[in-house]
T-cell receptor
Framework: DADVTQTPRNRITKTGKRIMLECSQTKGHDRMYWYRQDPGLGLRLIYYSFDVKDINKGEISDGYSVSRQAQAKFSLSLESAIPNQTALYFC?????????????FGQGTRLTVV | AQTVTQSQPEMSVQEAETVTLSCTYDTSESDYYLFWYKQPPSRQMILVIRQEAYKQQNATENRFSVNFQKAAKSFSLKISDSQLGDAAMYFCAYRSAVSGNQFYFGTGTSLTVIP
């Protein structure tokens, strides 16, 4: 099984619908992130969490909310989806202090809002 | 916030040849990490190589190596003996060692390998 698991892998939803993307990890990392990938824009940070009680907005948090249900679970919600939220979404984790702490990514969720 | 710039949206290389992907970053910090990630069509993000800013020696992983120029804030990736499986999107990333611990990504370079 993957260390970082995202569900669903693909999703088509209608404008105005609420949708939740889920992420779980078995790496034991305290830090979790949600990124959005768009062509030509790279990966942009939506929200990040350093522990269950610590949630922070990233550069593009408008229209999104998150919940850190446990150390291993971090979900992203679109309260009322709009077409320009069509993108590839990634959950990532990393360890805290220490050297060589790269980000570990889930498989991504391809979201299409019609 | 730190910025990471990849000025080459697309690159191509002949199989077995060498290609260099460019990355520059802007930071006032002295302690940080740099990474190159590969994203093949499967869309999985795969770590290719990492570099710690306090190390002057350039990192190497098999056919992949970096040219880290700290003063110039440059971190290029060299792929030697290119293989068809190297075709992918490549992202450069920066992570502070002290503040926030966020990762900042460039916009990516799409690499095509020509048989």
């Amino acid at each position: 099984d993957a260390d970082v698991t995202q569900t669903p892998r693909n999703r088509i939803t209608k404008t105005g619908k609420r949708i939740m993307l889920e992420c779980s990890q078995t790496k034991g990392h305290d830090r979790m992130y949600w990124y959005r990938q768009d062509p030509g824009l790279g990966l942009r940070l939506i929200y990040y969490s350093f522990d269950v009680k610590d949630i922070n907005k990233g550069e593009i948090s408008d229209g999104y909310s998150v919940s850190r249900q446990a150390q291993a679970k971090f979900s992203l919600s679109l309260e009322s989806a709009i077409p320009n939220q069509t993108a590839l979404y990634f959950c990532a984790t990393s360890a805290g202090d220490g050297r060589n702490t790269e980000a570990f990514f889930g498989q991504g969720t391809r979201l299409t809002v019609v | 916030a730190q910025t990471v710039t990849q000025s080459q949206p697309e690159m191509s290389v002949q199989e077995a040849e060498t290609v260099t992907l460019s990355c520059t970053y802007d930071t006032s910090e002295s302690d940080y990490y740099l990474f190159w990630y590969k994203q093949p069509p499967s869309r999985q993000m795969i770590l290719v190589i990492r570099q710690e800013a306090y190390k002057q020696q350039n990192a190497t992983e098999n056919r992949f190596s970096v040219n880290f120029q700290k003063a110039a804030k440059s971190f290029s990736l060299k792929i030697s003996d290119s293989q068809l499986g190297d075709a992918a999107m490549y992202f450069c990333a920066y992570r502070s060692a002290v503040s926030g611990n966020q990762f900042y990504f460039g916009t990516g370079t799409s690499l095509t390998v020509i048989p």
